[in-house]
T-cell receptor, first 115, second 112 residues
Framework: NAGVMQNPRHLVRRRGQEARLRCSPMKGHSHVYWYRQLPEEGLKFMVYLQKENIIDESGMPKERFSAEFPKEGPSILRIQQVVRGDSAAYFC?????????????FGAGSRLTVL | GQQVMQIPQYQHVQEGEDFTTYCNSSTTLSNIQWYKQRPGGHPVFLIQLVKSGEVKKQKRLTFQFGEAKKNSSLHITATQTTDVGTYFCASDSGAGSYQLTFGKGTKLSVIP
């Protein structure tokens, strides 16, 4: 029973490059969240997706950031033309989306460093 | 989403001492969740409280949800070095909501 799988665990990019972070939800979960955590900070909501649908992207920066969750394959968070301020841990979480409050199961995170 | 404020931001305790972190909101919360994040790790769900005045225990951890559902607390009795980490409260906006808003967390250090 694999949990939420994220890769890469660590990613180093130079300014201006692209970063692609992948997330496979827990088996049976069809809802995916992306959160960003800056050093010594809390978790900031970025985007919520279901298969093939972006439900809420109100936490995503308007430029350079995009997310998808295709019918087949993992969810992908894409950051174009990265800047130093994008350096952070990006956590994916999944739920089954069934009634009640959303209890999140987090992946181990992808730690992006922008040089 | 809901705004939840957590205090204190940092807490250093001697091993064996108790520890409490508080989570407050200016609006009524439909529920409150608590997560723990070990240093270098990822958040792990601890518990969810839904009812007014609810109290739940997990070994040395006691979780409370206020009568007005505007505050919550996590109390650890006789801390151990394994309790080190950051404790976050989180809440959503209620029925039909899906965006979980996290507090900034309380970072606990335990001095052996």
């Amino acid at each position: 029973n694999a949990g939420v799988m994220q890769n890469p665990r660590h990613l180093v990019r130079r300014r201006g490059q692209e970063a692609r972070l992948r997330c496979s939800p827990m088996k049976g979960h069809s809802h995916v969240y992306w959160y960003r955590q800056l050093p010594e900070e809390g978790l900031k909501f970025m985007v919520y997706l279901q298969k093939e649908n972006i439900i809420d992207e109100s936490g995503m920066p308007k430029e350079r950031f995009s997310a998808e969750f295709p019918k087949e394959g993992p969810s992908i968070l894409r950051i174009q033309q990265v800047v130093r301020g994008d350096s952070a841990a990006y956590f994916c979480a999944s739920t089954d989306g069934e009634g009640g409050a959303n209890v999140l199961t987090f992946g181990a995170g992808s730690r992006l460093t922008v040089l | 989403g809901q705004q939840v404020m957590q205090i204190p931001q940092y807490q250093h305790v001697q091993e064996g001492e108790d520890f409490t972190t508080y989570c407050n909101s200016s609006t009524t919360l439909s529920n409150i969740q608590w997560y723990k994040q070990r240093p270098g790790g990822h958040p792990v769900f601890l518990i969810q409280l839904v009812k007014s005045g609810e109290v739940k225990k997990q070994k040395r951890l006691t979780f409370q949800f206020g009568e007005a559902k505007k505050n919550s607390s996590l109390h650890i009795t006789a801390t151990q070095t394994t309790d080190v980490g950051t404790y976050f409260c989180a809440s959503d906006s209620g029925a039909g909501s899906y965006q979980l808003t996290f507090g900034k967390g309380t970072k606990l250090s335990v001095i052996p």
